[in-house]
């Protein structure tokens, strides 16, 4: 069963999306204020986290910053965009206003989870058909190689290790850079789009999800 976490003072707004995240058969955790949610995730690692910017106590915002390796997704009235791309950047993995859509909220978190379905051992990391050798540095989609470059591999490499968020474009060229010292911002939109056909070339789907003015992100089928 999924685990996910509301973090969200609004009595009304928490109880609701509780009442339906129990339907759908999803485990569900309550915090009130961002300490009280800091000290849950200090013992506990639901599989999602839904965080209101406007707490209690740490802000929305001050939260984020203390969580690793889960995805956020920030349910927010507030609806300037320069709030909605600080988040983004600051690591939620999606952006919805109030007042919502359940269905649209339930659907952004089926995409969620699914995007989290990736594995990384010693050797090879792996996402949704998508497997690369980290020793050999060769890629594989449903078991067929696909030929990338030393700079297309590093990005899919980055991309993979991301999957729960979107990686900002500026991200991307700073940790490849030592790879790939040659990439820049312009150039960089050219190796995506190289190693979008490649992808989608085996199989058919189109892996890379462009995000307006912030960068890529992985999406699963």
């Known amino acids: 069963m999924k685990e996910i976490l509301i973090i969200d003072d609004d009595q ?70 320069d709030d909605k791309v600080g988040v983004l950047l600051g690591g939620a993995a ?35 058909g998508i497997a690369l050798d980290l020793i050999s540095l060769t890629a594989y989609v449903y078991g067929k190689e696909i030929r990338l470059t030393k700079t297309e591999y590093a990005i899919l490499k980055i991309l993979i290790k991301n999957s729960t968020r979107v990686t900002t474009k500026s991200e991307l060229l700073e940790r490849i850079a030592d790879d790939t010292p040659d990439c820049t911002e312009n150039s960089l939109k050219i190796h995506v789009g190289n190693l979008r056909k490649k992808l989608k070339s085996v199989s058919d789907r189109d892996y890379i999800e462009s995000v307006w003015g912030i960068g890529y992100k992985l999406k699963s089928a």
């Open 12 to 81: 009304y707004i928490g109880s609701m999306l509780e009442e339906v995240l129990l339907k759908k058969g999803y485990k569900v955790f309550r915090a009130y204020s961002g300490t009280e949610a800091v000290m849950f995730l200090s013992k506990n690692k639901p599989d999602i986290i839904l965080l209101d910017l406007m707490l209690p106590g740490l802000s929305g915002e001050e939260v984020l910053k203390q969580i690793k390796d889960i995805p956020v997704i920030v349910v927010s009235a507030k609806i300037d965009v």
């Open 94 to 128: 999606d952006y919805i206003t109030k007042p919502f859509d359940t269905k649209e909220l339930l659907a952004r978190i089926s995409v969620q989870l699914r995007n989290k379905n990736y594995t990384h051992t010693e050797n090879t990391l792996e996402f949704d």
